[in-house]
């Protein structure tokens, strides 16, 4: 795919689909065209549109794996809009429309990620009240928000939704100050345990893999695998595979695979090839692992300290040492692990099962 450090703002608009766009700024800002309304940083965390219909899409470069951060940003976001939960829409980890995003891990999305997005919410709430204002011609601390309808205090007769007032705007208002975010007395729905948005799709097995998705005139591929770490390969044969109608055999720089139209032909294919491999007797196992792992361990960091534990242990009454180990496990997910890229015109359109869909940059 071609490579994007920035987005004019004809192309932003499209991706973003007009209405009223929040960005919330990690570097300097630029300036275009502000006559418009619209700023644009050299890069930015977080971004949501508020659309005519009154629909609020969030845009996180945040993952879904199962911990339920897409209900929660959806909350943060309603919460700081002043909107139900039912008028979020979430979009994630979608890196022609999401801000890049360092990946998913470490649970971090909540406590580093979620202070940008409720800031940005903050953001879009101010902007609405103030166009609220110039439209029912009050001021602006007048204005009651709920439900995401403006209403003039005392006076809820004269009101105007969210959506009338995106309707036709093409607005982008960044972050450059401190928004007010909302007190924990006044959450309405920061807090509540909701039905998770992915809930019903999941449970019911509506919900896709990557391994689920399907692409006109795609080819499933099997991929050679050695049978250890470390074996090396010594021998290939492919005749076998490539005498197999509609079946591609790639063997490139170390890479080979067999492709075909059918996934049970491909699984045969590659039944077909040969290959010797040289294998060395592994050096560790179950019971050897956290010698190695304690061996290859970078040196203890004290990160914070008080008083003085050696001075203090001659005067303890009773010491306790132990030493614990916790079975090793592999980090994987149940999911079957596959990918799928549609290439048209140049530009690369990938699903796959990953934590970190800019692992290589903003594409």
Not at 111 to 120: E, I, S, T, V, Y
């Amino acid at each position: 795919m071609k490579e994007r450090h920035g987005i004019d703002r004809r192309e932003f608009f499209r991706l973003a689909g007009g209405g009223i766009v929040v960005l919330v700024g990690m570097g300097p800002l630029t300036a275009f065209a502000q006559g418009s309304g619209f700023i644009y940083p050299e890069d930015f965390n977080a971004y949501l549109v508020i659309g005519d219909s009154g629909k609020v899409t969030v845009f996180s470069g945040k993952i879904e794996m199962g911990q339920g951060v897409m209900t929660s940003q959806a909350q943060m976001a309603a919460e700081e809009l002043g909107v139900s939960l039912d008028a979020i829409d979430m979009v994630l980890g979608d890196t022609d429309r999401c801000p890049a995003d360092l990946g998913t891990f470490g649970s971090l999305t909540t406590r580093m990620f979620g202070p940008a997005l409720r800031a940005a919410a903050a953001q879009a709430r101010l902007t609405l009240v103030a166009l609220a204002g110039r439209r029912l011609g009050v001021d602006a601390d007048k204005l009651l928000v709920k439900d995401g309808v403006v209403s003039v205090a005392g006076d809820p007769t004269r009101s105007v939704s969210y959506g009338q007032l995106s309707r036709g705007a093409r607005i982008a208002q960044s972050v450059d100050a401190r928004a007010v975010l909302r007190g924990v007395r006044e959450f309405q729905v920061i807090g509540t345990s909701p039905r998770r948005l992915d809930g019903l799709e999941k449970v019911t097995g509506g919900a896709k893999y990557a391994a689920d998705i399907r692409v006109a005139g795609m080819l499933y591929a099997r991929v050679l695998r050695p049978p250890v770490h470390g074996a090396v390969l010594l021998k290939l044969d492919t005749t076998g595979a490539e005498a197999m109608p509609g079946v591609t055999v790639v063997n490139r720089d170390g890479l080979v695979a067999v492709m075909h139209a059918d996934p049970e032909a491909a699984d045969a294919a590659m039944g077909r090839v040969k290959v010797d491999w040289s294998t060395c007797e592994a050096s560790t196992d179950p019971d050897s692992i956290f010698d190695r792992l304690q061996k290859l361990a970078a040196p203890l960091k004290n990160m914070s300290g008080q008083g003085d534990v050696d001075a203090a242990r001659p005067r303890a009454a009773h010491l306790f040492e132990a030493t614990y180990f916790k079975g090793y496990v592999a980090h994987a997910p149940i999911e079957p692990h596959a990918a799928l890229a549609d290439i048209k015109a140049g530009k690369a359109t990938i699903w796959a099962s990953t934590q970190t869909p800019w692992s290589s940059g903003p594409r």
